[in-house]
């Protein structure tokens, strides 16, 4: 078995979502996402321009082997851009694996650790009433796990994750629109002073078992971000994310010796060298990073079977920017993970988005489901493809109130 054929696609909607498609003289094929938000051509050109060539004639069922050419044959390692395209090509290799084998791809791993899994909704609002209706939504839908940002009083604009126009607050997804990045303005102290109001008020209205979720985003310095997880220890939070710039690892010893919160970090990671120690110093309890711009499915499951030696948890990213090829990776290996702990999951369901990218996986009462159709579960439509262009976006900056350069 010999692959002839790998065609890039650059377009979606409302995303510049990279799909890989991936063609093999017998007629399957497999499908990999190398979506890097808001640097998709980057991505997109160094599939087409350097690697695709690499793959004709290669035999698809040595995935391992071509993993391994793509990343130890690269003077230059890691990185978010080659990392998502190792990834694309790898998750188009295992689809094409387990449709031979004639299997769901969890079947690969071990098979199911459980039926459905937990996923987390962002809940968001502009003020804290507009959160508490967003939280409401997402729990009369069934949703049992929420991740909550509010806009803080006094602040310029109202934070990150939180829309600044009026009516789109309570389902909120980051608009990334525009030809130059837009500015937020942020409040350390406002944040800090505020935030224990609004867990006060969530716990006072949907009790003690509803999970939520808080993302700091890299805001606090490391003095701050250990002051506020004690803080916020009463309030049973299911995890807070991101709480000082990644970069910093050692920062997260600091919040550890003064906190029992759990942390969850991770999105921004690229390798398991990234993550190694974090996870066997056990200063983590979630690992996030995303079966895209991590490599793949075989560095993933590295990191994962690494997490399990050390009580970490999963808790993949689960951006609109992953396609539902990524999201279908990360669920099938979110069914086989002994040590799964949830879901980020904020994929586009709309008409035009399954059109793209049909499938019979499903979502019910907050628990996520794989379809048992072989490979991913994932088709994806050429056709509908053609609809779409690329279209440029940018990530906000952030910047203290005095215009100082802050984290995003």
Not at 217 to 241: D, Q, S
Request: net charge negative.
């Amino acid at each position: 078995m010999k692959i002839t054929d790998a065609k890039v696609f650059l377009g979606g909607p409302k995303k510049n979502y990279v799909t890989l498609k991936i063609i093999t003289d017998e007629g399957i094929y497999g499908l990999g996402d190398a979506t890097l938000n808001n640097r998709e051509t980057l991505t997109a050109a160094y599939l087409q321009d350097y690697l695709v060539q690499c793959l004709i004639g290669k035999d698809p069922r040595n995935s391992e082997d071509l993993w391994q050419y793509f990343y130890r044959g690269a003077y230059f390692r890691r990185g978010p851009i080659a990392m998502a395209a190792f990834g694309a090509i790898d998750m188009a290799l295992w689809d094409i694996k387990a449709k031979l084998a004639g299997l769901p791809l969890y079947q690969l791993f071990g098979g199911k650790s459980r039926d459905g899994c937990l996923v987390y909704a962002h809940a968001t609002g502009s003020n804290l009433e507009v959160l508490l209706d967003s939280i409401e939504d997402y729990v009369q839908q069934g949703y049992q796990a929420v991740r909550v940002q509010c806009g803080i009083p006094g602040m310029p604009t109202h934070g990150y994750g939180v829309s600044e126009q009026d009516g789109l607050e309570k389902n909120f997804i980051t608009d990334f629109s525009g030809s130059v990045p837009k500015e937020e303005i942020w409040d350390t102290d406002k944040y800090i002073r505020y935030m224990p109001e609004v867990f006060t008020r969530i716990r006072e209205r949907f009790g003690d078992e509803l999970k939520v979720l808080h993302d700091v985003h890299h805001r606090l310095l490391p003095r701050e971000a250990a002051a506020f997880a004690k803080t916020l220890e009463p309030f049973n939070l299911y995890w807070l994310e991101d709480p000082t710039p990644a970069e910093d690892q050692a920062a997260l010893r600091y919040v550890r010796q003064h906190s029992t919160i759990p942390l969850a970090i991770g999105e921004v990671f690229n390798s398991i060298y990234d993550c190694n120690k974090l996870i066997e110093e056990e200063l983590i309890d979630f690992i996030r990073v995303a079966v895209t711009y991590a490599g793949g499915i075989t560095h993933v499951k590295r990191i994962i079977d690494l997490a399990g030696l050390h009580h970490v948890r999963t808790g993949f990213h689960g951006a609109p920017s992953h396609s539902p090829i990524s999201m279908a990776a990360q669920h099938h290996l979110n069914a086989w993970a002994p040590n799964f702990g949830i879901q980020e999951y904020l994929v586009l369901d709309t008409p035009e988005c399954a059109a793209l990218f049909p499938s019979e996986h499903k979502l019910v009462d907050g628990l996520f489901y794989v379809s048992d159709a072989p490979g991913l579960g994932v088709d994806f439509d050429e056709t509908e493809a053609l609809r779409y262009r690329y279209e440029q976006g940018f990530h906000p900056v952030t910047r203290l109130v005095d215009g100082t350069l802050w984290n995003y």
